[in-house]
């Protein structure tokens, strides 16, 4: 097993530590969790618009239509610990944010952050 990445915090310590929300998409935590067991050990996202896209840890898309660049930017997590803020928060509903310079997952009151970044870390 690799490096686990991502560290939980309470939603209101996340929030002063992160500044606000400045985009979010909401999926169906259930739907989340189908949507992981595409992934690899690590999940990465990135938002294209308002769109929010999943990829796989071998660079394969498996939420959202989208190639990437090779001047993207992905935010990677280990799939454990999005099921873990998954299973912390216990709420029927995950959150997907964009933050001023992180990228963050919410559920009920805890958020993931500690995000390693794709380059340089893929």
Do not use: W
């Not at 938002?47 to 394969?60: A, H, M, Q």
């Not at 930017?73 to 933050?99: C, D, I, P």
Request: aromatic content about 12%; hydrophobic content about 35%.
């Amino acid at each position: 097993m690799g490096k686990v990445v991502g560290k939980i915090f309470k939603k209101d310590e996340a929030d002063k530590l992160y500044g606000k929300v400045l985009k979010s998409v909401k999926i169906e935590t259930s739907n989340t969790k189908a949507i992981l067991k595409n992934a690899g050990e690590y999940v990465m996202f990135k938002f294209e618009g308002d769109n929010l896209i999943i990829f796989s840890d071998r660079n394969k898309t498996i939420h959202g239509t989208y190639t990437t660049k090779a001047s993207d930017v992905l935010y990677v997590y280990s799939k454990s610990k999005v099921e873990e803020v998954m299973k912390e928060g216990a709420e029927s509903e995950t959150y997907f944010e964009q933050r001023k310079e992180v990228f963050t997952v919410t559920n009920g009151g805890y958020t993931l952050e500690l995000v390693d970044r794709c380059p340089p870390f893929c």
